[in-house]
């Protein structure tokens, strides 16, 4: 499985960004899909995690609310649109797929919100 983000940028407090996560390979059985995110000296941390099989979507608290994740299957690309961004939600966001147990990560995309 190769993932590709895409979508991320330079965004004013209180703006929006689309994030995507285009899956190519062998993109069947896949049980698991989330994005994570990981600001300048802290630790990568779960910002929404979606469950194959009717197993629904979760979220971090700090984003409950604001951002929502979503999956396309006919395009095997998942989404995280992101409303009421504010400078904490800087950082480098990542898409994870797991399939048959093997984690798969994409390389990031940069979303900078600035004040």
């Known amino acids: 499985v190769q993932l590709v983000e895409s979508g991320g940028g330079l965004v004013q407090a209180g703006g929006s960004l689309r994030l995507s996560c285009a899956a190519s390979?062998?993109?069947?059985?896949?049980?698991?899909m989330g994005w994570y995110r990981q600001a300048p000296g802290k630790q990568r941390e779960l910002v929404a995690a979606?469950?194959?099989?009717?197993?629904?979507?979760n979220y971090a608290d700090y984003v409950k609310g604001r951002f929502t994740a979503s999956r396309d299957n006919a395009k095997n690309t998942m989404y995280l649109q992101m409303n009421s961004l504010n400078p904490e939600d800087t950082a480098v966001y990542y898409c994870?797929?797991?399939?048959?147990?093997?984690?798969?990560w994409g390389q990031g995309t940069q979303v900078t919100v600035s004040s």
């Open positions: 390979g062998s993109t069947f059985s896949i049980n698991y």
């Open positions: 994870m797929y797991i399939r048959l147990g093997t984690s798969y």
């Open positions: 979606i469950f194959s099989g009717g197993g629904g979507t």
